[in-house]
Nanobody
Framework: QVELAESGGGLVQAGDSLRLSCAFYGRTFSLYVMGWFRQAPGKERELVAQITAGSSTYEADSVKGRFTLSRDNAKNTVYLQMNSLKPEDTAVYYC????????????WGQGTQVTVSS
């Protein structure tokens, strides 16, 4: 069973930076694709970024150039560095994981709130 533990959310001002961390437990981390999703009030959950087992990354257009996803296989942790934050980045951010052979993300963290004030 995989368990995910997020940390690093908070309240910041527009233009500030935050780094979210997600610690992975229970399986071989290097075999899993990791992702960050977010859900704002009244909106659907959306994929923000994901990183494959081989460290290839994808970022949504809305965050490209501002957010960077990385992983440390020695620490079983994935990091989402968020720079130049905007009020529209305000959401609950969820870490997610799926085995590299699985089509859908099937393990989720509890979520961490990110609030960006203007």
């Amino acid at each position: 069973q995989v368990e995910l533990a997020e940390s690093g959310g908070g309240l910041v001002q527009a233009g500030d930076s935050l780094r979210l961390s997600c610690a992975f437990y229970g399986r071989t981390f290097s075999l899993y694709v990791m992702g960050w999703f977010r859900q704002a009030p009244g909106k659907e959950r959306e994929l923000v970024a994901q990183i494959t087992a081989g460290s290839s990354t994808y970022e949504a257009d809305s965050v490209k150039g501002r957010f960077t996803l990385s992983r440390d296989n020695a620490k079983n942790t994935v990091y989402l560095q968020m720079n130049s934050l905007k009020p529209e980045d305000t959401a609950v951010y969820y870490c997610a994981a799926k085995h590299r052979s699985t089509p859908e993300f099937d393990y989720w963290g509890q979520g961490t709130q990110v609030t960006v004030s203007s």
